[in-house]
T-cell receptor, first 110, second 114 residues
Framework: DAKTTQPPSMDCAEGRAANLPCNHS???????VYWYRQIHSQGPQYIIH???NNETNEMASLIITEDRKSSTLILPHATLRDTAVYYC???????????FGQGTILTVHP | NAGVMQNPRHLVRRRGQEARLRCSPM?????VYWYRQLPEEGLKFMVY????????ESGMPKERFSAEFPKEGPSILRIQQVVRGDSAAYFC????????????FGDGTRLSIL
């Protein structure tokens, strides 16, 4: 079962770090973890992805547990514009398709 | 540097009509994916195409739905004899290859069935 599980909603104060968890306990060895976000009426925006090492880019950091059963997306200094639905997804390198979770609605408040 | 372009952004059809959704991938991308998002739900994979070939259509309904990605021109998602349950946002994504390169999404086509 290629599911990912995320909390339905989270709040974060502006300027603080937002830590969004994702459970993917059935992930297989060749599946990457991808994070996207979706702001109302727009298409999903790519944030970051990783296989087993922690990753960082200009938008966020991705922490993947050693057993790869869960991960955390970190937005280091959340702004009001980071309010969105955040999707954790997984992708098999052989087939390419993304399997999305239900997403976490992140609300950043002043 | 144009991103993934989808048109139309909004499409209204009456029950029984045909809907044709178009997707032009990012420049240099030869892999195209279609996803559907029903109201208040997450995205669900439908079909994966690489130029002129359907690679994976495991998420596509068996009837009325078809997809193509010709050698020249955009990818087309075609829904025949639309029903109310087809109302959804349809998103297209493209990637450089199918390994660990991220998929980049368009802003979708919102299909409404009267």
């Amino acid at each position: 079962d290629a599911k990912t599980t995320q909390p339905p909603s989270m709040d974060c104060a502006e300027g603080r770090a937002a830590n969004l968890p994702c459970n993917h306990s059935t992930i297989s060895g060749n599946e990457y973890v991808y994070w996207y976000r979706q702001i109302h009426s727009q298409g999903p925006q790519y944030i970051i992805h990783g296989l087993k090492n922690n990753e960082t880019n200009e938008m966020a950091s991705l922490i993947i547990t050693e057993d790869r059963k869960s991960s955390t997306l970190i937005l280091p200094h959340a702004t009001l514009r980071d309010t969105a639905v955040y999707y954790c997804s997984r992708s098999n390198t052989s087939y390419g398709k993304l399997t999305f979770g239900q997403g976490t609605i992140l609300t950043v408040h002043p | 540097n144009a991103g993934v372009m989808q048109n139309p952004r909004h499409l209204v059809r009456r029950r029984g009509q045909e809907a044709r959704l178009r997707c032009s991938p990012m420049k240099g991308h030869s892999h195209v994916y279609w996803y559907r998002q029903l109201p208040e739900e997450g995205l669900k994979f439908m079909v994966y195409l690489q130029k002129e070939n359907i690679i994976d259509e495991s998420g596509m309904p068996k009837e009325r739905f078809s997809a193509e990605f010709p050698k020249e021109g955009p990818s087309i998602l075609r829904i025949q004899q639309v029903v109310r349950g087809d109302s959804a946002a349809y998103f297209c994504a493209s990637s450089w290859d199918r390994s660990n390169q991220p998929q980049h999404f368009g802003d979708g086509t919102r299909l409404s069935i009267l």
